[in-house]
Every structure is written in C-alpha cells, then in structure tokens.
C-alpha cells in the first residue's frame, strides 16, 4: 500500500556492483506487479512487469523475481551504472481494482 | 502510438489562488486516467482516477477537484490553494484491461 509520509529508504552501491531492492506486499488477490523508475524532477518510467503465475522475469540488465509464498518481489539491477540512479517503485495490481497500489519507493545512488 | 501531456511544467502560484493542471492522452479510447501527488522525497499518493467521462473517484478528502470533460482529457482543480498544496502532480493513464500506468512528465507546483 502507500507509504506517502515516509521518507524512502536509500540504497548505496558501487558502480558496477548489482544491486537488489525489495518490496513487500500483503495483498494475495494481487495478479500483477511493476517496477517504476524515476529519475529526479520525471515522472516515473516502467521498467519491467510479472504476472503472479511467474516466479522470475528477465529484462536488460534488470530481473523481477516475485515469491508468493511470503509475499515478496525484488528488482535486480545487474553492474550497476551512475545512470540507475533514481527513485524505484514497486507497484501492484489487485484483481478487480481499478487503480494500482505503489509501494515507498527505494532511492538508489550510484558510487563511482 | 499513445502519448499523455501534462502542462505546465512548473507553476508557482500565491495562497489563495486558483488552481488548473490539465492532462491529455493521445492514441488511445476510454482511458483509466489519474492524478498523483508526491512531496519531495516522498511516495505516490493517488487523489483521485477516472474510468470514464464524468466519472470521479476520490481517494482523499482535500482541497483539490477533478474532473473529466472530454474522453481523454482529465483536469485537476483548486479555487483557493493552501501551501500544503506545493508538490509534484502527476497524471497516468492505462487502456481498460490492462495493468501498468503510463505517466506524464510531472508538473512541480509551488504555492507560496
């Protein structure tokens, strides 16, 4: 669900490392899940989608793996460049909604 | 191909001013269409989403209205700011049966 007063969470990593950010959710009727990318003063930008009947996704570089069992979806970014620095959003889609469920959003900064 | 428009860009307006944030999409019929706001450093808040024309949800009392005249054109108004108002507004839409949003560029509004 939405998380609007909190600060995000940051995320630090060395170029050329791979990062991971996680994301959490609780609701089992959700079928569909994103990630966003948004870059300072954008707004946010797909980056890679999965359907609740996958467990891995593979896009450029990036990999979405989600685990039903205890709710959980993770974006991986692999070697890491000064360009992924942004604000990642994890987001739902709860069957039979209308509108999609965003979760806090993870900072992540990129170290040279 | 479909695209959305969102102006202006930035806008600073005084307390007490009138507000009008317009968003369109191109290329596409009968849009889902929505307004988020996100403070700086913060996460998405929804305010409000439309599944047809005339059709308002509300997803948190406020001091903003929106409305939906035309298919693909969805409006965000105020008739008199407050400096709780200032943050960055976004627009997204997504075609009837299908999950992930598409959003507009942002605009960044400052109420002073």
């Known amino acids: 669900g939405e998380s609007v007063g909190l600060h995000l969470p940051t995320l630090s990593v060395q170029e050329g490392d791979n990062s991971i950010i996680n994301c959490a959710y609780s609701n089992s009727a959700s079928d569909y899940f994103i990630w966003y990318k948004q870059e300072s003063g954008k707004g946010p930008q797909f980056i890679i989608d999965?359907?609740?009947?996958?467990d891995k996704r593979q896009g450029q570089r990036v990999t979405v793996l989600l685990n039903k069992t205890v709710k959980h979806l993770s974006l991986q970014i692999a070697a890491t460049q000064p360009g992924d620095s942004a604000v990642y959003f994890c987001a739902e889609n709860i069957q039979g909604d209308y509108k999609l469920s965003f979760g806090a959003g993870t900072t992540v900064t990129v170290r040279a | 191909s479909q695209t959305i428009h969102q102006w202006p860009a930035t806008l600073v307006q005084p307390v007490g001013s009138p507000l009008s944030l317009e968003c369109t999409v191109e290329g596409t019929s009968n849009p889902n269409l929505y307004w988020y706001r996100q403070a700086a450093g913060r996460g998405l808040q929804l305010l409000f989403y439309s599944v047809g024309i005339g059709q308002i949800s509300s997803e948190v009392p406020q001091n903003l209205s929106a409305s939906r005249p035309q298919d693909r054109q969805f409006i965000l108004s105020s008739k008199k700011l407050l400096l709780s108002d200032s943050g960055f507004y976004l627009c997204a839409w997504r075609s009837a049966g299908h999950y992930g949003y598409t959003f507009g560029s942002g605009t960044r509004l400052t109420v002073v």
């Open positions: 999965i359907r609740s009947n996958m």
